[in-house]
C-alpha cells in the first residue's frame, strides 16, 4: 500500500479513535488531530518527492538533447535520415504493414493461450510424483528436452514443407495453420519449463499444509500451488508472449504475408528502408500494452494480501 | 542525550499507526530503560507486533516518534540501515532463510554487514548455539528444524551482533516448558550482560519472571504500565484484570 494514500485518508477523515475505546477506560481520548511534527514530516517528503521529479526530469531531457544532437551532427545523418526514416515512404507503407499485422496479430491470439494450456500441462506432467507416471513423465521431458533445443526456423521448414510433402489425408496444406503449429510446438517446450520453475518454487510446506485439510493432488495443485507459482512467472510468461508476437513473421517462410514480409515487399521495390522502422515500431507499440497490463495485474494482486511495510 | 545516564534507550512518544481505516495504535507512549526487559501483554490483535516492527523500521508511523538513543529514528532523513544495525528483531514467524544452513543463517548479517571474518562469526555463533543445546543443528536447513530449534536459531541470529536493543516477538510460543526455562535463562543472561529488550508475549508465567515493567496494550493505547508485581499482582485497570482473570482460567498463569 503506498504510505502517501494512507496519511492523506488520515488527515481528511479525522479518527473518532478505535470502538469502545472510552467504556470501560473511563478516558473519553479527544479525536485525532495531526500534530505538528507528522506535518512537517509529510512536508519534507513532498519536497523531497518534488525534488526527485525535478532531478529525473532533467537528467532525462539532458540525456535526450546530446543523443539528439549527436545523432543528428553525425556526418550521414542526412543520407541515413533519408534511406530509414523518410515520412513519404513510412506513409505508403503503413496500409500494407497494417494488413499484415492483422496476421500476427490472428496468430498471436491463437497460439498464445494454446501455449499456455500446452506448457501448463506439460509442466503439471512433468511434476508428477510416483512410478506410475513414469513413461508420461519421460515424455514430457523428452518433449521438453527435444524441441527446446530444435531451431525454429528449421522446424518451420521441416513442417511447412514435410507435412504437405507426406500427402495425408484430411491433413492441412495451408502455411498459416501448419507455422502456427510449429510455433505451439516450439514455444510450449519454454513455457513449460518456465511453469515449472514457478511450481517448483513454492514452499513444501505449502503442499503439506493443502494436503493436510483434506485436498487431493489434483485440487492441491489446482488452488493452491498453480496460484502461487503463476503469480511468480508472469513477468517470464509475457517475455515468452512478447517473443512469440515477433516469431509469428517467421510464418513468411511458408509465403505467408505478415507485416515484416508486407515492409520486405515495399523495401524491394524502392531500396528505402523506411517501412522495416514502421513494421519494428509497430511490434514495440503492440508489446508495450500487454507488458503494462501484466504489471498492473500483478502489483494489485499483491497488494492485497502483502504483509506491507517499508522494506 | 545519549550521554546522560538514565535517558531510555528506545523511547517511544504517542506513536500513532493506522492500517487504511483502522486505528492500531493511537498514541502509545513507552520509555524503555537500559538493561531493562520491558514486556508487552495484550491481546491478540492489539498491536503487539505492530509495535515492534514501527520500532524497527519496517513500518512506517502515522506520527509520534521513536526515539533511539536520543536519536529520531521516525524521522525521514535518518539512516534506517544504521538505525537497524543497532536493533536485533525475532519475528513471531521466525524468518529464517530457507535457502541457508543455520549457522550461515545466523552469521550472514555478522559478515555482511559488521565486516567480522568468517572463522569469528562462526566461533560466535557455534557458541550461541551450545547454550541453546543447538550445536549439532549448525549445517541444518531451517525447514528440517522443528518449530522451538527454528525459534532458537531465530534468537541467536538477533542476539549475535550484540544490538542496543533486542525486540522479541513471542520468543517462547513454540517451546516446551524446559525449553521455556532454558530461553528464560537466556534473556536473564542477557539481560546481565546489559542488553535491553522488549517482549511481546502471551506467556504470562515467563512475563511476570523476566519483566523489569509490564505493559498492558489495549485499544491502542498502553492502558496500563507497572512492574511485574504491580501488573500482574494488583492490576488498576478493570480491562486489565478482566485481561488477566481470562488468562488465569485457561491456566496459563
Ligand atoms: N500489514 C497490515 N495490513 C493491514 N492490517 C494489519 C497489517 N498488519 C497488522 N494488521 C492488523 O493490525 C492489528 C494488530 O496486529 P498485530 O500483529 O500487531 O497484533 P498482535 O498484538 O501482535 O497479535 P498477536 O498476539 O496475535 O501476535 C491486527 O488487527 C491486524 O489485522
Ligand atoms: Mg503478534
Known amino acids: 500500500m503506498s504510505e502517501q494514500s494512507v496519511s492523506e485518508s488520515?488527515?481528511?477523515?479525522?479518527?473518532?479513535?478505535?470502538?469502545?475505546?472510552?467504556?470501560?477506560?473511563?478516558?473519553?481520548?479527544?479525536?485525532?488531530?495531526?500534530?505538528?511534527r507528522r506535518l512537517a514530516?509529510?512536508?519534507?517528503?513532498?519536497?523531497r518527492t518534488r525534488r526527485s521529479a525535478i532531478v529525473a526530469t532533467a537528467s532525462t531531457l539532458a540525456v535526450a538533447a546530446v543523443l539528439f544532437f549527436v545523432i543528428t551532427g553525425s556526418p550521414g545523418w542526412p543520407v541515413t535520415k533519408k534511406t530509414f526514416l523518410d515520412p513519404g515512404y513510412a506513409r505508403s507503407a503503413l496500409s500494407p504493414v497494417l494488413h499484415g499485422f492483422v496476421l500476427n496479430l490472428e496468430l498471436l491470439a491463437v497460439c498464445g493461450p494454446t501455449i499456455l494450456v500446452l506448457g501448463l500441462l506439460i509442466a503439471a506432467v512433468r511434476t508428477l510424483r510416483g512410478p506410475v507416471f513414469l513413461p508420461l513423465r519421460l515424455l514430457a521431458t523428452a518433449y521438453v528436452d527435444f524441441f527446446r533445443g530444435f531451431p525454429l526456423i528449421i522446424l518451420l521448414l521441416l513442417i511447412v514443407f514435410g507435412v504437405p510433402a507426406l500427402q495425408l489425408q484430411g491433413v492441412t496444406n495451408d502455411p498459416i495453420l501448419l507455422g502456427g503449429a510449429a510455433l505451439v510446438i516450439n514455444y510450449s517446450a519454454y513455457v513449460a519449463e518456465v511453469f515449472r520453475a514457478g511450481i517448483e518454487s513454492v514452499h513444501p510446506s505449502q503442499r503439506a499444509a493443502a494436503r493436510s485439510i483434506g485436498l487431493t493432488y489434483a485440487q492441491t495443485m489446482r488452488f493452491v500451488v498453480l496460484p502461487q507459482a503463476v503469480r511468480r512467472v508472469v513477468p517470464a510468461l509475457?517475455?515468452?508472449?512478447?517473443?512469440?508476437?515477433?516469431?509469428?513473421?517467421?510464418?513468411?517462410?511458408?509465403?505467408?504475408?505478415?507485416?515484416?514480409?508486407?515492409?520486405?515487399?515495399?523495401?524491394?521495390s524502392s531500396f528505402n528502408y523506411t517501412p522495416l522502422v514502421v513494421a519494428g515500431l509497430g511490434f514495440v507499440i503492440l508489446t508495450i500494452p500487454m507488458t503494462r497490463y501484466a504489471d498492473w495485474l500483478t502489483r494489485r494482486m499483491d497488494r492485497r494480501r502483502a504483509q506491507g511495510g517499508i522494506v | 542525550m545519549s550521554t546522560v545516564a538514565t535517558a531510555p534507550v528506545l523511547r517511544f512518544e504517542s506513536v500513532r499507526k493506522t492500517f487504511g481505516e483502522q486505528v492500531i495504535l493511537d498514541g502509545v507512549s513507552l520509555d524503555v530503560p537500559e538493561h531493562s526487559v520491558t514486556v508487552l501483554i495484550g491481546a491478540s490483535g492489539s498491536g503487539k507486533s505492530t509495535l515492534l516492527r514501527c520500532a524497527n523500521l519496517l513500518e512506517e508511523v502515522?506520527?509520534?516518534?521513536?526515539?533511539?538513543?536520543?536519536?529520531?529514528?521516525?524521522?525521514?532523513?535518518?539512516?534506517?540501515?544504521?538505525?537497524?544495525?543497532?536493533?536485533?528483531?525475532?519475528?513471531?514467524?521466525?524468518?529464517?532463510?530457507?535457502?541457508?544452513?543455520?549457522?550461515?543463517?545466523?552469521?550472514?548479517?555478522?559478515?555482511?554487514?559488521?565486516?567480522?571474518?568468517?572463522?569469528?562469526?562462526?566461533?560466535?555463533?557455534?557458541?550461541?548455539?551450545?547454550?541453546?543445546?543447538?550445536?549439532?543443528?549448525?549445517?541444518?536447513?531451517?525447514d528440517r528444524l522443528s518449530g522451538g530449534?527454528?525459534?532458537?536459531?531465530?534468537?541467536?541470529r538477533a542476539i549475535v551482533s550484540?544490538?542496543?536493543?533486542?525486540?522479541?516477538?513471542?520468543?517462547?510460543?513454540a517451546l516446551d516448558?524446559?525449553?521455556?526455562?532454558?530461553?528464560?535463562?537466556v534473556v536473564r543472561d542477557l539481560k546481565e550482560q546489559g542488553r535491553t529488550m522488549v517482549l511481546a508475549t502471551h506467556e504470562m508465567a515467563f512475563a511476570r519472571d523476566v519483566a523489569d515493567q509490564v505493559c498492558f496494550l489495549a485499544d491502542g493505547v498502553i492502558l496500563e504500565r507497572g512492574t511485574s508485581a504491580q501488573v500482574f499482582g494488583d492490576p488498576q485497570h478493570e480491562r486489565t484484570r478482566r485481561f488477566l482473570s481470562?488468562?488465569?482460567?485457561?491456566g496459563r498463569l
Open chain 2, 177 to 185: 516448558p524446559e525449553l521455556v526455562t532454558e530461553v528464560l535463562s
Open chain 2, 246 to 250: 481470562r488468562v488465569r482460567e485457561a
Open chain 2, 62 to 142: 502515522d506520527d509520534g516518534a521513536i526515539w533511539l538513543d536520543g536519536e529520531d529514528v521516525t524521522d525521514p532523513r535518518v539512516d534506517a540501515d544504521a538505525v537497524r544495525r543497532r536493533i536485533g528483531v525475532v519475528f513471531q514467524a521466525y524468518n529464517l532463510f530457507p535457502h541457508l544452513n543455520v549457522l550461515d543463517n545466523i552469521t550472514l548479517g555478522q559478515r555482511r554487514v559488521h565486516k567480522v571474518t568468517r572463522a569469528e562469526a562462526e566461533r560466535r555463533a557455534l557458541e550461541l548455539l551450545d547454550r541453546l543445546g543447538l550445536a549439532a543443528k549448525a549445517k541444518e536447513y531451517p
Open chain 1, 10 to 36: 488520515d488527515v481528511s477523515v479525522p479518527s473518532v479513535g478505535p470502538p469502545g475505546g472510552s467504556d470501560d477506560t473511563g478516558v473519553v481520548r479527544p479525536p485525532y488531530v495531526p500534530s505538528e
Open chain 1, 41 to 47: 514530516r509529510e512536508a519534507y517528503r513532498r519536497s
Open chain 1, 238 to 268: 509475457v517475455n515468452d508472449m512478447a517473443s512469440l508476437q515477433k516469431d509469428t513473421g517467421l510464418v513468411y517462410v511458408g509465403g505467408a504475408i505478415d507485416a515484416v514480409a508486407a515492409a520486405h515487399i515495399q523495401v524491394a
Open chain 2, 162 to 173: 550484540e544490538p542496543r536493543v533486542l525486540l522479541l516477538d513471542e520468543i517462547t510460543a
Open chain 2, 149 to 156: 530449534q527454528q525459534q532458537r536459531v531465530a534468537l541467536v
